[in-house]
């Protein structure tokens, strides 16, 4: 008996789509989950890289619950800060998890 063309056809569609929900389910809860919310720069963080000096904002936001976080931003200027302490920017967050963040700088 020979096994209808579309048997492996489905097999392989369901395995491709579960290692994408696997590798990437993080990613699209975040994009679809994530909530935006209004943070400032406190302070910027420097660190000596190759003999180049970096500096990295230092960004606190509040939770829809309240609850205050602080994280350092991945993105970074060389030679002197970006933004002044202060600056307003926005926040993507994830609420089970707030230290996940995504952060949109205001126009230079």
Known sequence: MAIPDWIPATLIAALLIGVI???FSSDIRFAMKGRWTEGRIVNWMSATVAGKRY?????EF???SGVPVTYRA???SEDKPMFEPGTV???KYDPEN???VKTVYPKA
């Open 62 to 64: 509040r939770t829809e």
């Open 55 to 59: 500096f990295y904002p230092l960004i």
């Open 21 to 23: 929900w696997w590798k």
């Open 98 to 100: 707030p230290k996940r």
């Open 89 to 91: 920017v926005k926040v």
């Open 74 to 76: 991945e993105e970074r």
